[in-house]
């Protein structure tokens, strides 16, 4: 079971906009500025699209956009395209004894 | 992006060790850590651990913690996972990506895991 809690699956047609959630507690999401994003294309290795709650990396198009409110962060993506079909995983910093956690992620399909 | 260069895959009977490594660029371990995150057939990705050279400092999460070491290697950039007496469970395909790392007021972070290896399929197989 992991530590962070995500919808197991997401769905949306192309040109909408799809939100993902995730949902921690008071020791990591809640606790620090740390959620970061990431894409998993299907053989792939991970692929980081948001860090620090809504910071995109450089290439990251900016129709994926980050948020955290609580316990609870989020990643929005607009103008849904046929390439996001993918698996996404949200991540937080848990402090100095937990370090780092993952949700079990959500597999977004577009229709 | 920098493209970390991972071992090749391996097969390994319960109860034995695996070894990956991690050849990062000539300049990764000066500012920057590396987070292992493996991950099992048709699962989520799971953190393991992560080594910071630079402050000699290695953290693993506590299920593995007695089965991990994390070990680096400054001369030539490599990062290696031992993970001892494995379980049929322990099949799975192992990251190591790069980050850079910030201390702060409640401890080092790595918020930003920017590369990633192309991953090692370790099976676990009698």
């Known amino acids: 079971q992991s530590a962070l809690t995500q919808p197991p699956s997401a769905s949306g047609s192309p040109g909408q906009s799809v939100t993902i959630s995730c949902t921690g507690t008071s020791r990591d999401i809640g606790a620090y500025d740390y959620v970061s994003w990431y894409q998993q294309l299907p053989g792939k290795a991970p692929k980081v699209l948001i860090y620090e709650v809504s910071e995109r990396p450089s290439g990251v198009p900016d129709r994926f956009s980050g948020s955290k409110s609580g316990n609870t962060a989020s990643l929005t993506v607009t103008g849904l395209q046929a390439e996001d079909e993918a698996d996404y995983y949200c991540s937080s910093y848990a402090g100095r004894y937990t370090f780092e956690v993952f949700g079990g992620g959500t597999k977004l399909t577009v229709l | 992006q920098v493209q970390l260069v991972q071992s090749g895959s391996e097969v390994r009977k319960p109860g034995s060790s695996m070894k990956v490594s991690c050849k990062a660029p000539g300049d990764s371990f000066r500012r920057n850590g590396i987070t292992w995150v493996r991950q099992a057939p048709g699962q989520g990705l799971e953190w393991m651990g992560r080594?910071?050279?630079?402050?000699?400092?290695?953290n693993t999460a506590q299920n593995l913690q007695d089965r991990v070491t994390l070990t680096a290697d400054t001369a030539t950039t490599t990062a290696h996972l031992e993970l001892r007496g494995l379980r049929f469970e322990d099949t799975a395909v192992y990251y190591c990506a790069r980050g850079e790392y910030f201390t702060t007021t409640f401890g080092v972070v790595l918020p930003h895991l920017d590369s990633w290896g192309q991953g090692t399929l370790v099976t676990v197989s009698s």
């Open positions: 080594i910071i050279p630079r402050l000699n400092l290695a």
